[in-house]
């Protein structure tokens, strides 16, 4: 499956985005996807998790209750709404989609395919 990340931005402290992530393929609904975030000189970190039939999602402490994690099926997408955007927010977000869950969220060796990135600056 190939991943096409979209929707990052400038945007300031306090604002909102919402990145998509649309896939190739037929199989989509086959797959758990996260999203994780690699800010400059640190390392890439889960952001969120949602199941194959969206019946369940998971969010990183640093970003509960201001991110949420969902997917259409039907459009072979996985969005991730962000509000209450702080500057410690900003960093490139990856989608990624893995086909079995044998291992916690936030394991990035998991993942079996990633998209390219989409960048979110958050301004103070």
């Known amino acids: 499956v190939q991943l096409q990340a979209s929707g990052g931005g400038l945007v300031q402290a306090g604002g909102s985005l919402r990145l998509s992530c649309a896939a190739s393929?037929?199989?989509?609904?086959?797959?758990?996807m996260g999203w994780f975030r690699r800010a400059p000189g640190k390392e890439r970190l889960f952001v969120a998790g949602?199941?194959?039939?969206?019946?369940?999602?998971y969010c990183a402490d640093s970003v509960k209750g201001r991110f949420t994690i969902s997917r259409d099926n039907a459009k072979n997408t996985v969005y991730l709404r962000m509000n209450s955007l702080k500057p410690e927010d900003s960093a490139v977000y990856y989608c990624?989609?893995?086909?079995?869950?044998?291992?916690?969220?936030?394991?990035?060796?998991?993942?079996?395919?990633w998209g390219q990135g989409t960048l979110v600056t958050v301004s103070s």
């Open positions: 990624a989609a893995r086909m079995r869950y044998n291992s916690g969220w936030t394991d990035l060796k998991a993942y079996d395919y």
């Open positions: 393929g037929r199989t989509f609904s086959t797959y758990f």
């Open positions: 949602i199941s194959r039939s969206t019946s369940s999602t």
